[in-house]
Nanobody
């Protein structure tokens, strides 16, 4: 079983920064993919960024490219999302997801609110 716990959300002014963390526990993750998704009120959940647990290959949505950075700390089993130059449209609940052996595990989400 896998558990994911997000943290680091909060209220920030436009142009500011936040760093989200997603701590994983349970099984080993050498072949896992880690993702950040977000869901704004009234909208569908959307992909933000991903990283492979072993090689560290990253991918980003166009809306966040060059502003957000996904990274990981294997020893801590933690994935991070550094968010810079935040915009009002980045306001959402942010979720981390781990995909392992075709099974998706989700965290509970953390609220990010960007005031303009």
């Amino acid at each position: 079983q896998v558990q994911l716990v997000e943290s680091g959300g909060g209220l920030v002014q436009a142009g500011g920064s936040l760093r989200l963390s997603c701590a994983a526990s349970g099984r080993t993750f050498s072949t896992a993919f880690m993702y950040w998704f977000r869901q704004a009120q009234g909208k569908e959940r959307e992909f933000v960024a991903s990283i492979t647990w072993s090689g560290g290959t990253t991918s980003y949505a166009d809306a966040v490219k060059d502003r957000f950075t996904i990274s990981k700390d294997n020893a801590k089993k933690t994935v991070y999302l550094q968010m810079n130059s935040l915009k009002a449209e980045d306001t959402a609940v942010y979720y981390c997801k781990l995909r392992l052996a075709a099974i998706d595990y989700w965290g509970q989400g953390t609220q990010v609110t960007v005031s303009s």
